[in-house]
Nanobody, 117 residues
Framework: QVQLVESGGGLVQPGGSLRLSCAAS????????IGWYRQAPGKERELVAD???????TYADSVKGRFTISRDNAKNTVYLQMNSLKPEDTAVYYC???????????WGQGTQVTVSS
């Protein structure tokens, strides 16, 4: 059973930075794509950024230029560096991984990010 464990959330002031980590129980190389979604109160869960096994990245328009996704295959960990944070970035951030051959999707338990002065 694949497990994804997020860490790094917290309270930060507007303009500040946080780095989220998602540690997988197995090799992240086995995932076709791994990334981050977020869900704010009263809103639907949305894609923030993801990265394929080949290294191709995708970002939501709202975070382009501010967030960077990266992966460390040796540590089976994916990171989301978040800079210039805004109050509208406040949400629970979830790690997500997919294996297309198995039609499998895995989710972490989520980590809260709050941007407020």
């Amino acid at each position: 059973q694949v497990q994804l464990v997020e860490s790094g959330g917290g309270l930060v002031q507007p303009g500040g930075s946080l780095r989220l980590s998602c540690a997988a129980s197995g090799s992240i190389v086995s995932f076709n794509v791994i990334g981050w979604y977020r869900q704010a109160p009263g809103k639907e869960r949305e894609l923030v950024a993801d990265i394929t096994s080949g290294g191709t990245t995708t970002y939501a328009d709202s975070v382009k230029g501010r967030f960077t996704i990266s992966r460390d295959n040796a540590k089976n960990t994916v990171y989301l560096q978040m800079n210039s944070l805004k109050p509208e970035d406040t949400a629970v951030y979830y790690c997500n991984a997919k294996i297309y051959a198995w039609s499998a999707t895995y989710w972490g338990q989520g980590t809260q990010v709050t941007v407020s002065s």
